[in-house]
């Protein structure tokens, strides 16, 4: 609480400073509670002070200095609610009073208003530009309502200042990482199956070392979009990586032959080819066409490698690993991802955000005896939290302890029932309980996930324990279905993906 310390000694000054005048004329008394409610704020007794203030405001009604101090004696004592009324009338009378302002914001992000904070936020910012903290509180601010260029501006604004902290990096790269995935689902939805889509998909293989598949988007967005900048490059890195130096240089003399793209048509592809990737972002908005958020998704993604790269550089701290944990998992490597939520939690223990991130990497790397006392530990702050009992549950489920999963899962299902993980692992749990019947109705409503036929064939297996052999039957057939045409997909991606010899 580095900036709650400022404050108390900033505003014992300013209230001194504007309470000096009212005091020259009024009575001892005054004057003692005054130092009083001074001394509390000092030692920090701060629930003490609250009412040393209110007696103060009353009989000095209007006084700014007073109505801050018990405002900020409000809310340090755990009362942000009638703190925010307070703060609000010194800036009915002082409007660019600072303190005000950032007590105000302070208020509402502890009442989780996140969005009544952005406003006095900014106005502090605007008053004294140099302003750290309320810097740093609006750019995280408009990060948590997903406002994240804006964010981003104000972390950029951090990163000129301080440059050694690793918390403005990481609050830049996450900013930058959501608007490239912000660009990308938008052209997902507009355009699907174009080459665009297919190179954006191919850099995703790439990161997460499914050389074969990437291999196969890169060609399908060539064959789509035969110029587009760079992809003969990434097609060189695939070879590269799959020991085809030969092949690789082809590609990559490709590269080098193609024309340079009209930059008054393509602005925000020349920008990016030049490095200037913020000008890339800028000129691709600009558009909103396919090709316009695909350069935007790059050059945002571009930037966020950079961000962090920037944080890789400075002394060991939580947020690289923290950032090396979020990479890990996103390439699918859960046990890794959780060795690094273990390191990040060894320089800052017992951060619970850190602990929530190891216990579900745990979880997705199948490591369940070590992640259930975990998740136990926060069911017993969170009974009621769908995801907690889901994880649990399933966790237990696959620990073969078949009747201890089933009332978390069904607690899951209840206070979530849309959540068809837990669905599906409740119908599992009741069909291994010997429930057929009770597994039943979890299995059906779980039915949308099914993508490999598995849910269909327990639903078959549990059809056929109750007697209702057409519906086995029916079910049977369809898992049957589902997994030859998973085979036929597979051996048909499998003649298709084969890393061949430049075209």
């Given at each position: 609480m580095r900036w709650s310390a400022f404050l108390l000694a900033s505003t014992a000054l300013f209230a001194q400073s504007l309470f000096a005048q009212s005091l020259f004329a009024q009575s001892e008394e005054l004057a003692r509670q005054s130092q009083r409610g001074k001394q509390l704020m000092a030692e920090g007794r701060f629930a003490d002070a609250v009412p040393v203030y209110r007696q103060l405001v009353k009989a000095l009604p209007g006084n700014p200095g007073l109505l801050l101090n018990l405002g900020l004696a409000e809310r340090m004592a755990g009362q942000p609610g009638p703190a925010i009324a307070h703060f609000e009338a010194v800036l009915k009378l002082q409007?660019?009073?600072?303190?005000?302002?950032?007590?105000?914001?302070?208020?509402?992000?502890?009442?989780?208003?996140t969005r009544a904070a952005i406003d006095p936020l900014l106005k502090a910012v605007a008053i004294e530009p140099g302003n750290r903290d309320a810097r740093s509180m609006l750019a995280g601010a408009l990060f948590a309502v997903d406002r994240f260029e804006p964010a981003a501006e104000q972390y950029r604004a951090l990163a000129r200042t301080t440059p050694g902290e690793p918390q403005v990096w990481l609050g830049l790269g996450r900013s930058y990482e959501s608007l490239a995935g912000r660009a990308f689902r938008e052209l997902e939805k507009s355009a699907p199956k174009s080459g665009y889509m297919a190179a954006l998909l191919a850099d995703t293989r790439l990161q997460r070392r499914q050389y074969r598949s990437a291999f196969f988007l890169y060609r399908q967005a060539l064959d789509q979009v035969p110029g587009l900048a760079r992809i003969h490059a990434s097609i060189a890195e695939v070879y590269r990586r799959t020991d085809h130096a030969g092949w690789a240089a082809a590609e990559e003399q490709k590269e080098k032959s193609l024309a340079p793209p009209d930059c008054a048509a393509h602005a925000a592809a020349c920008h990016f080819l030049a490095g200037r990737y913020l000008e890339a972002a800028a000129a691709a908005k600009l558009r909103g066409s396919p090709e316009a958020l695909f350069w935007q998704s790059k050059a945002y993604d571009e930037?966020?490698?950079?961000?962090?790269?920037?944080?890789?550089?400075?002394?060991?701290s939580p947020q690289i690993h923290e950032v090396k944990a979020t990479i890990m998992r996103?390439?699918?490597?859960?046990?890794?991802s959780a060795k690094e939520w273990r390191e990040a939690l060894r320089l800052a223990p017992d951060n619970p955000r850190y602990e929530r991130e190891l216990a579900n990497s745990l979880y997705l790397a199948g490591d369940y005896k070590n992640a259930v006392p975990m998740i136990e530990q926060f069911l017993k702050s969170e009974p009621e939290s769908a995801q907690w009992n889901l994880l649990e549950g399933d966790s237990l489920l696959h620990l073969e302890e078949v009747a201890k999963s089933i009332p978390y899962l069904e607690k899951a299902v209840l206070r979530d029932p849309r959540l068809l993980p837990a669905q599906a692992s409740l119908g599992l749990a009741e069909s291994r309980a010997g429930k057929p019947a009770a597994a039943i109705p979890h299995l059906e409503a779980a039915l949308p996930m099914d993508d490999d036929g598995s849910l269909h064939y327990q639903l078959a297996r549990a059809y056929q324990a109750v007697g209702l052999a057409e519906k086995a039957r029916k079910a049977m057939s369809e898992y049957q279905e589902?997994?030859?045409k998973a085979q036929s997909d597979k051996e048909e991606l499998t003649r298709e993906m084969q890393i061949g010899p430049p075209k």
């Amino acid at each position: 609480m580095r900036w709650s310390a400022f404050l108390l000694a900033s505003t014992a000054l300013f209230a001194q400073s504007l309470f000096a005048q009212s005091l020259f004329a009024q009575s001892e008394e005054l004057a003692r509670q005054s130092q009083r409610g001074k001394q509390l704020m000092a030692e920090g007794r701060f629930a003490d002070a609250v009412p040393v203030y209110r007696q103060l405001v009353k009989a000095l009604p209007g006084n700014p200095g007073l109505l801050l101090n018990l405002g900020l004696a409000e809310r340090m004592a755990g009362q942000p609610g009638p703190a925010i009324a307070h703060f609000e009338a010194v800036l009915k009378l002082q409007p660019g009073n600072l303190p005000a302002l950032i007590s105000l914001a302070s208020a509402h992000l502890e009442l989780d208003e996140t969005r009544a904070a952005i406003d006095p936020l900014l106005k502090a910012v605007a008053i004294e530009p140099g302003n750290r903290d309320a810097r740093s509180m609006l750019a995280g601010a408009l990060f948590a309502v997903d406002r994240f260029e804006p964010a981003a501006e104000q972390y950029r604004a951090l990163a000129r200042t301080t440059p050694g902290e690793p918390q403005v990096w990481l609050g830049l790269g996450r900013s930058y990482e959501s608007l490239a995935g912000r660009a990308f689902r938008e052209l997902e939805k507009s355009a699907p199956k174009s080459g665009y889509m297919a190179a954006l998909l191919a850099d995703t293989r790439l990161q997460r070392r499914q050389y074969r598949s990437a291999f196969f988007l890169y060609r399908q967005a060539l064959d789509q979009v035969p110029g587009l900048a760079r992809i003969h490059a990434s097609i060189a890195e695939v070879y590269r990586r799959t020991d085809h130096a030969g092949w690789a240089a082809a590609e990559e003399q490709k590269e080098k032959s193609l024309a340079p793209p009209d930059c008054a048509a393509h602005a925000a592809a020349c920008h990016f080819l030049a490095g200037r990737y913020l000008e890339a972002a800028a000129a691709a908005k600009l558009r909103g066409s396919p090709e316009a958020l695909f350069w935007q998704s790059k050059a945002y993604d571009e930037m966020a490698r950079q961000a962090y790269g920037q944080l890789g550089k400075l002394p060991e701290s939580p947020q690289i690993h923290e950032v090396k944990a979020t990479i890990m998992r996103a390439q699918g490597q859960a046990l890794e991802s959780a060795k690094e939520w273990r390191e990040a939690l060894r320089l800052a223990p017992d951060n619970p955000r850190y602990e929530r991130e190891l216990a579900n990497s745990l979880y997705l790397a199948g490591d369940y005896k070590n992640a259930v006392p975990m998740i136990e530990q926060f069911l017993k702050s969170e009974p009621e939290s769908a995801q907690w009992n889901l994880l649990e549950g399933d966790s237990l489920l696959h620990l073969e302890e078949v009747a201890k999963s089933i009332p978390y899962l069904e607690k899951a299902v209840l206070r979530d029932p849309r959540l068809l993980p837990a669905q599906a692992s409740l119908g599992l749990a009741e069909s291994r309980a010997g429930k057929p019947a009770a597994a039943i109705p979890h299995l059906e409503a779980a039915l949308p996930m099914d993508d490999d036929g598995s849910l269909h064939y327990q639903l078959a297996r549990a059809y056929q324990a109750v007697g209702l052999a057409e519906k086995a039957r029916k079910a049977m057939s369809e898992y049957q279905e589902t997994q030859r045409k998973a085979q036929s997909d597979k051996e048909e991606l499998t003649r298709e993906m084969q890393i061949g010899p430049p075209k």
